[in-house]
Nanobody, 115 residues
């Protein structure tokens, strides 16, 4: 069973930056496209960004131009560089496959953007 462990979240002021990391057991990054998702209180989990096995990427309109997704297949790690953060980016961030194929969600990492 694949397990995801997200880290790197924290409290940051508007306009600040954070880099999230996702570690996965197994070589899942070589098999599936991987994505970052986020969930704010009272809202459904939403897709943020995807990186495919050929390294092409896609972003939600709300983060395009501010966030960058990348991966390291040798280290089984997925990253999300977040710049120009806004209060509306406040959420718990998760990684998983894209599309979701049933692997359990990790605990996520909390990102709070506030002055």
């Amino acid at each position: 069973q694949v397990q995801f462990v997200e880290s790197g979240g924290g409290l940051v002021q508007p306009g600040g930056s954070l880099r999230l990391s996702c570690a996965a057991s197994g070589s899942i990054f070589r098999v599936y496209a991987m994505a970052w998702y986020r969930q704010s209180p009272g809202k459904q989990r939403e897709w943020v960004a995807t990186i495919r096995t050929g390294s092409s990427t896609n972003y939600a309109n709300s983060v395009k131009g501010r966030f960058t997704i990348s991966g390291d297949n040798d280290k089984n790690r997925l990253y999300l560089q977040m710049n120009s953060l806004k209060p509306e980016d406040t959420a718990v961030y998760y990684c998983n496959t894209d599309p979701f194929v049933g692997y359990s969600w990790g605990q996520g990492t909390q990102v709070t953007v506030s002055s």
